[in-house]
């Protein structure tokens, strides 16, 4: 059994918006931790997904992540196990898709 299969629904969808994000981190918006996306030039909505500061302290109680800054953090960032978990997901998310 990974580590992975333990893991909610929420966190997995946290460290994959962390991987797919161009810094591998969730930077702080508000009370809520977003993805930061590549810069594009359309105009319009978009949608993105907010994770709360208790999935961010789940992911760090399983040493996914790290906080920057430790005590308050405005960025939370994949470190080399959430990385590893991230793309296992990521590439089992692609098996199936195909």
């Given at each position: 059994?990974?580590?992975?299969?333990?893991?909610?629904?929420?966190?997995?969808?946290?460290?994959?918006?962390?991987?797919?994000?161009?810094?591998?981190?969730?930077?702080?918006?508000?009370?809520?931790?977003?993805?930061?996306?590549?810069?594009?030039?359309?105009?319009g909505t978009?949608?993105?997904?907010?994770?709360?500061?208790?999935?961010?302290?789940?992911?760090?109680?399983?040493?996914?992540?790290?906080?920057?800054?430790?005590?308050?953090?405005?960025?939370?960032?994949?470190?080399?196990?959430?990385?590893?978990?991230?793309?296992?997901?990521?590439?089992?998310?692609?098996?199936?898709?195909?």
């Amino acid at each position: 059994m990974s580590a992975n299969e333990n893991l909610t629904p929420l966190e997995r969808a946290a460290l994959l918006e962390a991987l797919r994000s161009p810094t591998h981190s969730l930077v702080r918006m508000g009370r809520h931790f977003v993805a930061q996306e590549r810069r594009t030039e359309q105009s319009g909505t978009r949608k993105v997904t907010l994770f709360t500061g208790r999935v961010m302290n789940r992911l760090d109680r399983r040493a996914l992540v790290d906080f920057d800054p430790p005590q308050f953090p405005e960025r939370v960032v994949l470190n080399q196990r959430g990385l590893a978990a991230a793309q296992a997901l990521d590439s089992g998310a692609k098996a199936v898709r195909a």
